[in-house]
Each structure stands twice: as C-alpha cells, then as structure tokens.
C-alpha cells in the first residue's frame, strides 16, 4: 500500500473521536516501516545508479525488511503494554497493521515481515503497484478505500488542517491512480 493509505486506515481502525491523543502515535506507527524506503528514495543513489539495483543491493533494504518484522512489532506492543506506555502500544499496533496490509499487496518487492524469526519472503500474487500482477484491479480499491476511510475521519469533526490533509491524500493518490499506473480516459 501507499505509505498515506497505512495512514488513513490506520487512523480510520484505530484512532477515535474521544481520544484524539491516540492519533499521533498511529500516524506514527503507519509511516515507521517505510522510513528506509523514504530515505532510499530521496537518495541520491537512487538516481545515479538506479532504483531496482540500489532497493536490491543496499543496506536500507535489509533496514526496510526489519522496520517491516510483524515479530519486532508485536515485542513492541508487549514491552510497550508491561510498562503502561499507552502511546507506545497504539504506535506499535500501528506499524503491525501497516504490515499485515503490506503483507498481500507485494510481489517482486516483497519485505521479510517474519524477522528474526524467519528469512522467508511472500510473494504475493497481487500489487498495489506492479502493473505484471493485476495493479490495474488492486490500484482503484486502494484508493476507494482511502476515499471511504476519509469519509469516516470526516465525520469525527476533524480540524481543518486535518481535513486539508485528507483531501490532499485523496487527490495524491487519485493522480498517482491515473498517471503513474496507465490509466488515461
């Protein structure tokens, strides 16, 4: 999924109209994995020598792999929960539920969600973003499900910052939809 769509989601399952406080640490939790991906991508390298062979071969895909462990998450939601760090559990049930909606829309690029505990990678048969495996399909139900999402964050009476917010990752997503992956009416 788009790193913005982890957030809305998140947000949308977690967060709540009585406990705004809960929000940040979601936010939180739904970028942390992809951090490494951001810092590959506003590298240098990235241009110079080229995305498939830096996110191959470079120290921040092994560092991508481990901000992605499902195991480390759950740790951390269990450490978080034994010193009463209620943040730190939202932030952490955040980042496990930004890898299990990883978990089946990666196929070429897959991440090793199972570490330490396992090396093994899944393939999925699907992507969000790989047109080879059916992008066209998952693509636009990725983006009507941010588009619903919103409309229940709408409607907990956000700020107006939040709601520009909201309306900006709508419309993101809606040109990432239609330039990057084909689709022109």
Same mark, same amino acid.
């Not at 951001?38 to 990235?46: E, G, I, K, R, T």
């Not at 895909?61 to 462990?69: A, I, M, N, P, R």
């Not at 999402?149 to 990432?176: E, K, M, S, T």
């Given at each position: ?10 947000? #949308?399952?977690?967060?709540?109209? +009585? ?12 970028? @942390? ?39 480390? #998450? ?7 929960? #034994?010193?009463?760090? +209620? ?21 070429q ?21 790989? @047109? ?12 009507l ?5 919103a ?35």
């Amino acid at each position: 999924m788009i790193t913005t769509t982890h957030v809305i989601l998140n947000t #949308a399952l977690l967060g709540s109209k +009585k406990h705004p406080e809960r929000n940040w640490p979601i936010i939180l939790g739904a970028l @942390l994995p992809d951090i490494p991906t951001f810092l590959v991508l506003f590298s240098p390298l990235y241009y110079a020598i080229g995305a498939k062979t830096l996110l191959n071969y470079m120290f921040l895909q092994h560092c991508t792999d481990w901000f992605h462990s499902i195991p480390l #998450a759950i740790a951390g939601v269990f450490l978080c929960l #034994a010193f009463r760090f +209620k943040s730190g559990v939202y932030c952490f049930v955040s980042v496990v539920l930004h890898d299990l909606e990883d978990l089946p829309l990666h196929a070429q690029f897959a991440h090793k969600h199972f570490l330490p505990i396992s090396n093994y990678v899944f393939h999925s048969p699907i992507s969000y973003w790989e @047109l080879p495996y059916h992008a066209y399909l998952v693509a636009p139900f990725e983006w009507l499900t941010v588009i619903i999402c919103a409309y229940f964050l709408w409607r907990r009476h956000l700020n107006p910052f939040a709601q520009l917010g909201l309306l900006f990752v709508i419309i993101f997503q809606g040109i990432l939809l239609i330039y990057f992956l084909g689709f022109h009416w």
